[in-house]
């Protein structure tokens, strides 16, 4: 029998360790974002049953992991309006 495949279709648009800054006020399924947040990527979950894929973040200074949650009937190219990358000295 083959394995079941539990990953998503698309890859993550994040790099794991790279810091993030929320470009502006937003609502997530399961966290509220605030502009100008920064936020360093951890990892990503797979919901088979749901189809909804979290980004996982922590943010400095807390041990709180912050979660973004995509549906899979939607573009994940939204990202780039709600975050963007930035070199860790400029996060500081």
């Known amino acids: 029998m083959k394995p079941v495949e539990i990953r998503p279709w698309r890859k993550s648009p994040f790099g794991r360790g790279r810091h993030y ?22 990892k990503d979950a797979y919901s088979l049953y749901h189809g909804y894929t979290g980004y996982f973040f922590s943010q400095p200074g807390t041990e709180e992991l912050r979660a ?18 930035v070199d860790e000295k400029s996060a500081a």
């Open 21 to 42: 800054r929320v470009r502006h006020d937003f609502k997530a399924l399961r966290d509220s974002f605030k502009a100008g947040e920064i936020l360093i990527f951890d």
């Open 68 to 85: 973004w949650d995509i549906h899979d009937d939607e573009q994940l190219d939204i990202w780039r309006g709600l975050f963007e990358e």
